[in-house]
Every structure is written in structure tokens, then in C-alpha cells.
């Protein structure tokens, strides 16, 4: 390990937390209950990470709210829940680990912070149905609007998301119809919650971990970035920190915690660990990657899964927080009754309204000749989802801005305009819109996942909600790109079940600890599941905490015993 120990200290707290997102907060306020001192060091400008860029949406198997409405789950269903959908990608004891513990740590902050949180009703895991270990509703949560005011100074530094509709809470959006069906939201509701400053979803979940930090008189340091971890030649014991363009060195006395997220924004990283070539991102620029650049000095472990592409478009003259083009997700939109997405030879190659099944078709390769099937592609509409649907930021009847994708008044001259078969695409419409009259998708199962329904789909629109045919024009089409979203990478820090560190000598590093998604997913392996990142960051950072306050769980031994593992 190395020995790079600086000739003084300027600052000293037990534990330093790098992120203030979920996963950091969750350490710090973990190791201040534990009558440790803590500090957090955040790049940006903003606390609040990517968790308030999220949906906020944490999935916890077995929880007690889902008790208190009488559904019935287990840690053991949901441990079997993950680990069939793995795909043995994953493991079994970070399975177990996270089930196991996620419940605790949820509990733990409800307590110990204010934490709310509540079912989202009618919410049911991706695979219900698919497998008899998921729930039709019960283990998706999210926070009840929390008051920004009650920030104080730091209301305006806590970060907001320009995608979500954050004034909203999922009950309030899916009660009324879903995404599909906006114009039937309660507008006057967001408008008060916003003037109010009344945050839901993913901003309203950073804000309780804010303040949960900022009750305890944590330090939140930003416009911190953190440079290279400190070693003594047997533990890392601190930080080098560029603060005002001067470094700082600061002393961690039990632990350092990466909480960076992932590497979203560094197009190299993306390239090289998770194969995703040229990857737009809703990300701010600081998910660039630090948590290996860190942790690779030390010689940490990296693991990878399989990893899956998004796709988002953008709209022109859209910007984000930093100037940059904002990237709007194609989830839910391509979902939406009246819509498909072809490739270049105008034919569709997956089920639009299941992003877990559609977006692995985006990276597959012809091995006969080298090419990427399936990309480009490009979402084609008619006139009919302009007329009741939200597309990307557009709203019903809001005129088609000028550069965005074509339009045409035919099939044939829209696909002309786009490059792609025009006998094809005309085919394929022509197909899909037969069995969209009979609600039926007999090529790729669309409609038939009840989790696409309720995100998708509308479900005023008989026989299905997910499936409308084309057939009024004018017609529109927009090329789809890579996108990451939210920064679920496929690539992480390989950590052991006290979110320590390790070496490629399969040996814990001492003194350092991950949490949220610069941790690897060996919990989900092949699969993903919403709501399970933002309950990854807060068991992870809690756990590491606990470890490196000398209060380790040792629930994890006890459930592998019971169940045999």
C-alpha cells in the first residue's frame, strides 16, 4: 500500500465521506449516531448527488410498511427474487447482504432522522408475474414531500432535478393515469408544492438525508474535490482534498467512504468498462469516474456485470444546470400507445414498454459483418400521441419544434427523410397496427409485463394500454441515442458485506469503505430493479459506518446459517 503521508493535517474527522448523496449522508449521519465525528466532501456546488436526480424510488423487500397494509414478502422471497433474475452474475452473499440489511437500514433512519416514506400503491416489481417471488405492489417506496424550507442556507444548495416532476409524488401522478396521461395531473397541487418548496421524489429523498445531516452539525463541505486518498502503508487515513484551488489534507481517523457514483461522464470509462460507445447522460460532470481513480492506487478490485444501454433524445435549445444539451429518457414515452421504434432497415427489434428486455437489443452485434443491427433507431409516432401524450418535454398540442427529428405526412416520405427502408417500415406499421386493434404483440410480448402498464402505458386506452396503432398523420420520427440516465453503471468497487473495499488479493483494504454505485451491483447481477440503488447507497453507507465504529452486523452469518448459503 502506499506511504504518502503529508507533513501536516489541516482538517480531522473519524469518518470522511466523499459524496453527499445518499450513500455519503448515510454514512455520516450512521458514524455521528455512533458518536464518531464525520465530515462529507462534495465536489459540485450542490449536496444532494445523484439520489435527487432519481425517481427516489427505494426498493426494500420484507419492509414494515408493506406489513402494515397486509402484503405478504420476506427477505427470503425477496433473496430469491434476486437471485433468480442474477443470472448467477451476481452473488449470493451480497444478495443476502443487501436484503437482509436494507429493511434495518431503512428503519434505522426512519427513526433516527424523520425518514417518511410510504408504498407506492399498485406499483409491481419489473417481474410480477414472471416469477412467483415478486409482489404486485409492497417493496417499491418513496418519501413522503418533504419541506425545503426547513434547509435553511442550504435549501438552494441542495440539489433539484430538471427532469423529474419533483412536485409530485408518484400516488399523486399515477392515480391520475400515469405519465402517460399528464395533462390529467394535478397541476394545481404541484404548483402549491412547488411555491411551497415542497420536494417528492428523488429530490425529496436527498433532502432527508440533508437535513439528517445538517440536525447532527455534520460538516458539508463543497466545491471539495477530493484528489488522491492518504495511506500509512498498512490503511488509508485520509484525503487530499483541492479546495479553492489549495489542497487540504484531511485526517480520517476510522474510515474514508467513496460515495462518488459512477463514470457516467467520462465517455473513456464508458468505453472501456462498460462498452457503451458515445453515451449521452442526465448526469452533472462530476460522475466522472473517481471512485477507481481513487481507489486504483491502493490496488482496489473492480467487478463488472452486464450492463444494458438507455436511450434518450434531445430537444432543441433544451439546456441543464451547466450549460450542456439536456437529455430527455425515452422511457416511458416509446411505451405509449401510437409508437414503435425501428432500425435502420424500418423493422422493430424489441419490446418497447420493457426496458430491461428492449434496450439489450440496442447493443447487439452482427457477427456476420460487424454492425450493430439495432443502432441507429429511431421512435416513430403519429399524430395521434401528439395530441394526447407527452413526448420527451412536449405536451399535448404543443407545436413540433423546428430541428427536432422529421416529420412527414406519409410513412414513406418520413422514413425516406430518416434513411430507413421505406417498403420496410410501411410493412412493419402496417403489421403492428393489425395486432395493436387486438391488443396483441405476438413478435416481442409488448403489453404483457403488468410493470409496463402501470409505467408506460395508458390505461384509458382499451385493449391494451401500451399498444395503438399508426395511423394518423403527419408522422414524426427522432433518432434515439445512447444515454446512461442515473448513473447505474455496470462496472464498481468489489466490496465484502461491511461495504469494505478489496484488493485483488481478495484482502479487505483498511480504512476504506464504498457505498451507492461506486460499489459494484453484485447484488443484482444481470438484472436491475428501480428503487434498488437508492436502497443500495443507504444500506451501504450505513453498514460501512457501523464496521468502522466497531458496531459490525453480523446479521448476514445469521441468515446464511438459517438459509444454508
Known amino acids: 500500500m502506499l506511504q504518502n503521508l503529508p507533513g501536516k493535517w489541516d482538517l480531522e474527522a473519524d469518518v470522511v465521506s466523499i459524496g453527499s448523496g445518499i450513500g455519503g449522508l448515510s454514512a455520516a449521519i450512521t458514524a455521528h ?31 414494515h410498511h408493506a406489513a402494515e397494509l397486509g402484503v405478504e414478502d420476506s427477505v427470503d422471497s425477496g433473496f430469491r427474487y434476486l437471485k433468480r433474475l442474477s443470472m448467477d452474475y451476481g452473488s449470493d452473499a ?20 424523520g425518514l417518511k416514506m410510504e408504498v407506492i400503491r399498485s406499483c409491481p416489481d419489473y417481474y410480477y408475474t414472471a416469477t412467483n417471488d415478486a409482489v404486485s405492489e409492497g417493496r417499491m417506496l418513496e418519501c413522503v414531500p418533504f419541506p425545503g424550507e426547513t434547509l435553511g442556507e442550504w435549501q ?62 455534520i460538516p458539508l463541505m463543497t466545491g471539495a474535490s477530493v484528489e488522491e486518498l492518504i495511506a500509512d502503508g498498512q490503511r488509508v487515513v485520509g484525503v487530499r482534498v483541492v479546495k479553492d484551488g489549495r489542497d487540504l489534507f484531511v485526517k480520517a481517523n476510522k474510515a474514508v467512504v467513496i460515495a462518488a457514483g459512477s463514470y457516467e461522464q467520462n465517455q473513456e470509462y464508458n468505453k472501456t468498462l462498460s462498452q457503451q460507445l458515445e453515451l449521452g447522460t442526465m448526469l452533472f460532470s462530476g460522475i466522472n469516474g473517481a471512485n477507481f481513480r481513487l481507489a486504483g492506487a491502493l490496488g482496489a478490485r473492480t467487478a463488472a456485470v452486464p450492463d444494458i444501454t438507455s436511450l434518450g433524445m434531445l430537444v432543441p435549445g433544451e439546456e441543464d444546470e451547466e450549460g450542456k444539451p439536456l437529455w430527455r429518457s425515452a422511457l416511458p414515452v416509446i411505451g405509449q400507445p401510437h409508437t414503435i421504434v425501428v432500425n435502420r432497415a424500418g423493422k422493430r427489434f424489441g419490446n418497447e414498454a420493457f426496458y430491461r428486455s428492449f434496450y439489450y437489443m ?52 418520413l422514413a425516406r427523410k430518416i434513411g430507413v427502408d421505406a417498403a420496410a417500415l410501411e410493412a412493419t406499421v402496417a403489421r403492428f397496427n393489425h395486432y395493436a386493434e387486438k391488443g396483441e404483440d405476438p413478435d416481442f410480448g409488448r403489453g404483457t409485463h403488468p410493470w409496463s402498464a402501470w409505467m408506460c402505458g395508458d390505461p384509458y386506452h382499451k385493449p391494451n394500454p401500451n399498444l395503438g396503432s399508426l395511423v394518423k398523420g403527419p408522422f414524426y420520427a427522432v433518432e434515439l441515442k445512447r444515454m446512461g440516465g442515473t448513473g447505474i453503471p455496470s462496472a464498481g468497487l468489489l466490496t465484502d458485506h461491511h461495504s469494505r473495499v478489496m484488493g485483488w488479493d481478495d484482502k479487505p483494504i483498511e480504512g476504506l469503505y464504498a457505498a451507492g454505485n461506486s460499489v459494484a451491483r453484485m447484488e443484482t447481477g444481470a438484472m436491475m430493479q428501480s428503487g434498488i440503488s437508492n436502497a443500495r447507497g443507504m444500506t451501504y453507507g450505513w453498514l460501512a459506518a457501523r464496521h468502522a465504529c466497531g458496531d459490525p452486523s453480523n446479521l448476514l452469518q445469521q441468515e446464511a446459517a438459517r438459509i444454508g448459503l
Open 33 to 63: 449516531e455512533q458518536g464518531a465525528g464525520a465530515l462529507v466532501l462534495e465536489r459540485s456546488e450542490q449536496v444532494g448527488g445523484v439520489t435527487a436526480l432519481s425517481m427516489g424510488e427505494v426498493w426494500v423487500a420484507g419492509n
Open 94 to 113: 451480497a444478495i443476502l447482504n443487501k436484503v437482509v440489511h436494507a429493511r434495518q437500514a431503512l428503519k434505522y433512519f426512519e427513526d433516527r432522522i
Open 156 to 217: 438552494s444548495k441542495t440539489r433539484l432535478s430538471p427532469q423529474m416532476p419533483y412536485g409530485l409524488t408518484h400516488h399523486d401522478m399515477f392515480q391520475a393515469g400515469g405519465t402517460a396521461n399528464m395533462m390529467k395531473w394535478d397541476f394545481t397541487l404541484m404548483g402549491d408544492r412547488l411555491t411551497r418548496d415542497e420536494r417528492c421524489l428523488g429530490p425529496g429523498l436527498a433532502a432527508y438525508f440533508v437535513k439528517g445531516a445538517l440536525d447532527r452539525g
Open 362 to 413: 440496442i447493443d447487439a452485434i452482427d457477427g456476420g459483418n460487424q454492425t450493430h443491427p439495432n443502432f441507429p433507431c429511431w421512435v416513430v409516432i403519429d399524430s395521434q400521441v401528439l395530441e394526447k401524450y407527452p413526448f420527451a418535454s412536449l405536451t399535448p398540442g404543443q407545436p413540433w419544434p423546428e430541428g427536432f427529428g422529421a416529420s412527414a405526412a406519409t410513412l414513406t416520405e
